[in-house]
């Protein structure tokens, strides 16, 4: 067991956890919460497995499980956007929908074989730094870079662009940014897609990549939700998402590896000398994400700031409202 | 699409549809009709999938319909199905009505399950108890092991404002490593993943244990858990409709400002109401291994956390539809097992709540045709 290893599995696992938070972010800096998330990564992971056994090319896998997800995510959109019902039981309904797919489409999956996965590259230079080199930059998928990519990419479109600061805008005061001419309902619909698109991405990035093949519900088991904790956990930035994410992911590794030594700090590994302490181990990640929310809303309470302030509510023109 | 506003359009067609927001309440009726409504559409939805994947629509749902209710025995097996629903679809009922989403009813049923067991594994009552002990007893027990699972994230949501969405999710999956982690290490019986059988004074009496009175009944696998759903019906439609809490309850869910404003205790009324519901949905574990496995095991849930939820949202968190939803989800349930792929009976679950909550548009519009004004 040796921590620079975890921590590189866990940069790897994080980025899982990474891709679909900042779909989160994204849908409810728009006002929409997104409890779907678990359904539309099972579907992604489903449709990039199927797909990459059908054609061998994981490319076309990862792009129809990214519009796979973000057409399921319209369901979400119209039911809450145009409809104006309650998000957080259309969002769970989602996670139905979206899981009852992927298990009737994945029904044969699991038998398949070998598939060919997204490439891996350990990165040149950068990765000969001692311990950041091994951790960031050493044999990971061509995913995870790209995760290093999009989360500066999304902090600096949501900060620093026009676009973003409508994006904002729409979340935090719909009414004011309708008065302004910016299509509320329109913004809603492809920040929405934008998360299917990040979820599908998630999904396709664990069947494809972090840890290939098909398992019914176990593919994702709880990662989407976990990743609606980290949306919370992240105030609804990228750049804290990336902290929430990797720290998660290596707590995922932590919990598979620490059960594997005799000797664990100089002393006989209870985790392995005990393996049915793996339960409580299991345990971890999902008390985590509780630990981790209660921190995330006493801050946000205290601080009073966070959630963007229409988030949840359905935006009705001419209606009075936020 | 995304404006409902009427369109000035081009054709000539004299007529045109326009949603206007519905002023006063629905007739009962009405609302029946748009949820019957919404329960075919869903229904043909899923055929349609159905056949998409190669299967014969026709063929599945006719032979869930003949498996579940063809005949006494069958039927008799849905009832067993529909209990743990009825409970659980009376705790999601107790939660929603405050707007207080609590999906953790899964966790809450498999700590109730892990409650009940304790008073005869460790054990809390003495071995040869007569039954109405151990009966009564292990109900306590699986209500507060269930209530204590909700107490967590109501006292989290209530001091900390903690999204009891998620909180409640993670319980699930703790509950579940929770109980496999006895069922795997402490209470295993000859290396199965199982306890050992329960006493017969711990078990629910079933229909078919008066065979020798009324031979009719042999075989009927419905057990006595019936009896105790059908109390905490009445017992949650009196809290809900007619106690001066359960006034409190509908009023937080309507309207917090008011409630807030008329001095009504939010924060003790969402760990109460988080309490109540993570009970009801406890006493359903404890009916499901005492009246069904007659010991802890795992997989004791074929999902009946997450179907309460659709039950109580179907029965529109009426105590007394949630039993008659209960006993249709419950036959879905039963013949689902059976249906190829494995995956259809969740995904039916899931379009027909799709479908529920696009109909709730209906219920709070109302369509007007009329004719288009020249202007």
Redesign the interface.
């Known amino acids: 067991m040796d921590a620079v290893i975890i921590l590189q599995a866990g940069v790897a696992t994080g980025t899982v956890l990474l891709f679909a938070t900042l779909g989160g972010i994204f849908s409810e800096r728009a006002g929409v919460m997104q409890?779907g998330i678990e359904g539309m990564m099972l579907l992604g992971a489903m449709a990039a497995f199927s797909v990459t056994v059908a054609t061998g090319n994981p490319w076309l896998g990862l792009l129809v499980a990214m519009l796979a997800a973000g057409l399921l995510s319209q369901?979400h959109a119209?039911?809450t956007?145009?409809?104006?019902?309650?998000q957080?039981?259309?969002g769970?309904?989602?996670?139905?929908?979206?899981?009852?797919?992927?298990?009737?489409?994945?029904?044969q999956l699991s038998k398949a074989g070998v598939i060919s996965l997204i490439p891996r590259y350990t990165v040149p230079f950068l990765s000969q730094i001692p311990f950041i080199g091994t951790i960031f930059f050493t044999d990971h998928s061509v995913l995870v870079y790209l995760g290093y990519l999009l989360v500066p990419l999304a902090s600096y479109y949501i900060y620093h662009t026009r676009p973003g600061m409508h994006l904002r805008a729409v979340g935090e005061q719909p009414s004011a940014a309708d008065s302004l001419g910016i299509?509320v309902?329109?913004t809603r619909?492809i920040y929405v897609f934008i998360c299917g698109l990040f979820s599908g991405l998630a999904g396709g990035t664990i069947s494809l990549a972090i840890s290939p093949g098909w398992f019914s519900e176990l593919t994702t088991s709880?990662q989407g939700?976990?990743a609606?904790?980290l949306i919370?956990f992240s105030q609804w930035d990228p750049t804290r998402a990336l902290v929430g994410a990797y720290a998660f992911g290596a707590l995922r590794r932590l919990v598979l590896d620490i059960q594997g030594p005799t000797i664990l700090f100089g002393m006989r590994n209870p985790f392995y000398y005990?393996p049915?302490?793996g339960?409580?181990l299991?345990?971890l990640p999902?008390?985590f994400?509780?630990i981790v929310?209660?921190i995330g809303?006493?801050s946000?309470?205290r601080r009073r700031l966070g959630a963007p302030a229409a988030l949840g509510i359905p935006y009705i023109?001419g209606e009075r409202g936020v | 699409?995304?404006?409902?506003?009427p369109v000035k359009s081009n054709n000539r067609f004299p007529f045109q549809i326009r949603f206007e927001p519905r002023l006063g309440e629905l007739k009962w009726w009405q609302s029946l009709l748009i949820s019957l409504i919404a329960l075919i559409v869903s229904l043909l939805v899923g055929a349609l999938?159905l056949s998409v994947?190669g299967g014969n629509p026709w063929k599945a749902y006719s032979h869930i319909a003949k498996a579940s209710f063809g005949d006494i025995g069958v039927f008799s097996d849905t009832m067993v199905k529909a209990i743990p629903l009825i409970l659980i679809g009376l705790a999601c009922s107790v939660a929603f009505r405050m707007k207080l989403?609590n999906?953790g009813a899964e966790g809450q049923f498999f700590l109730g399950a892990f409650g009940a067991s304790i008073v005869v594994l460790i054990p809390i009552v003495p071995d040869g108890s007569p039954a109405w002990v151990y009966i009564s007893v292990m109900a306590l027990f699986a209500m507060v092991f269930g209530a204590l699972w909700g107490f967590l994230p109501g006292y989290?949501k209530a001091r900390?404002?903690?999204?009891e969405?998620?909180?409640t999710?993670?319980?699930n999956?703790?509950a579940v490593?929770?109980n496999?982690?006895f069922i795997?290490?402490v209470w295993s019986e000859g290396g199965f993943q199982m306890s050992k059988m329960f006493p017969r004074a711990a078990w629910l009496p079933r229909l078919t244990d008066f065979s020798k009175q009324i031979p009719e009944l042999r075989g009927l696998t419905t057990h006595a858990g019936l009896i105790f759903a059908l109390i905490m019906v009445v017992v949650v439609w009196f809290l809900l409709s007619r106690s001066r809490w359960g006034y409190e309850i509908r009023l937080i869910g309507d309207n917090p400002k008011a409630a807030n404003y008329a001095g009504i205790q939010i924060k003790k009324n969402v760990i109460l109401v988080m309490m109540l519901s993570g009970g009801l949905a406890g006493l359903a574990g404890m009916s499901e291994i005492s009246g069904v496995v007659h010991r802890l095991q795992g997989a004791i849930s074929p999902g009946y956390g997450?179907t309460g939820?659709?039950v109580a949202?179907l029965a529109k968190l009426n105590p007394y539809l949630v039993v008659i939803v209960s006993i249709l989800f419950g036959g879905l349930i039963l013949a689902g097992r059976e249906i190829?792929?494995?995956?259809?009976p969740?995904?039916?679950?899931?379009?027909i709540?799709?479908s529920l909550?696009?109909s709730?548009?209906l219920v709070?519009n109302r369509v007007r045709i009329i004719r288009r004004t020249e202007d």
């Open positions: 409890l369901i119209f039911i956007i145009t409809l104006g019902a309650d957080v039981v259309s769970l309904s989602l996670t139905f929908v979206g899981t009852g797919i992927a298990l009737v489409f994945g029904e299509n309902y329109r619909y709880g939700w976990i609606v904790g919370i005990n049915y302490w339960f409580f299991m345990m999902y008390a994400t509780i929310l209660v809303s006493y946000a309470m023109r | 699409m995304t404006d409902l506003a999938l994947v989403w999906i989290l900390f404002n903690v999204n969405v998620i909180s999710l993670m319980m999956y703790i490593a929770w496999n982690f795997y290490a997450f939820i659709i949202w190829q792929p494995s995956g259809i969740k995904l039916i679950q899931g379009i709540l799709v909550i696009a709730d548009y709070r």
